[in-house]
């Protein structure tokens, strides 16, 4: 991948073929997930995560969730959406105006929590380190391959935005 950078009013980056391909492979198990019946999704804890629970109260919990969530879903389906419409499936350049740079902030972060949750990374633990023997090259790594790589994905788009950020107050 070539990272993010500012260019005028856009901020661009270029995706090999497999990048885009596991972007596309994510953005669809995150959609497939958050489109679920409850039943099917019911105690998942990644819904947990993507969707709170706004309160340690349960019945105001309860209440909260029955009046974000459906919004909450909504918003995080658009943010699909547009990335998945800016994302070239072959690999290619994203080339990204400012609406669309925040959907990708959004859905990266949704990413990323999807899949710390999965592997157990959460605000009070420190991802583990990859293994550079290739001993840890199982599903685990993988996953914990792509968890990092999203990460500085999601780093270079934060850092682009904030260079165009320099004279406005």
């Known amino acids: 991948m070539k990272p993010f950078r500012r260019r005028g009013d856009a901020v661009v980056a270029r995706f090999v073929d497999a990048e885009a391909s596991i972007v596309g492979l994510l953005l669809d198990q995150l959609e497939q997930l958050l489109t679920a019946d409850a039943e099917?999704?019911?105690?998942?804890?990644?819904?947990?995560?993507?969707l709170p629970a706004g309160h340690e109260d349960l019945e105001v919990a309860a209440d909260y969730r029955e009046l974000t969530e459906s919004a909450l879903r909504e918003g995080k389906a658009d943010d699909l959406a547009l990335v998945r419409a800016t994302l070239p499936p072959q690999g290619g350049e994203v080339r990204l105006d400012a609406d669309q740079a925040r959907a990708w902030l959004r859905t990266t972060n949704?990413?990323?929590?999807?899949?710390?949750?999965?592997?157990?990374?959460?605000?009070?633990?420190?991802?583990?380190?990859i293994?550079?023997?290739?001993?840890?090259?199982g599903e685990e790594g993988s996953q914990l391959t792509v968890y990092y790589w999203l990460t500085a994905?999601?780093?270079s788009l934060v850092?682009?935005?904030?260079?165009?950020?320099?004279?406005?107050?």
């Open 40 to 50: 099917d999704a019911g105690g998942d804890p990644v819904l947990d995560r993507l």
């Open 110 to 129: 949704d990413l990323r929590l999807a899949l710390g949750t999965r592997l157990g990374i959460s605000a009070e633990t420190e991802p583990p380190e």
């Open 131 to 137: 293994d550079p023997s290739g001993d840890g090259t």
């Open 153 to 155: 994905v999601q780093g």
């Open 159 to 169: 850092d682009a935005l904030a260079a165009g950020l320099g004279g406005r107050r």
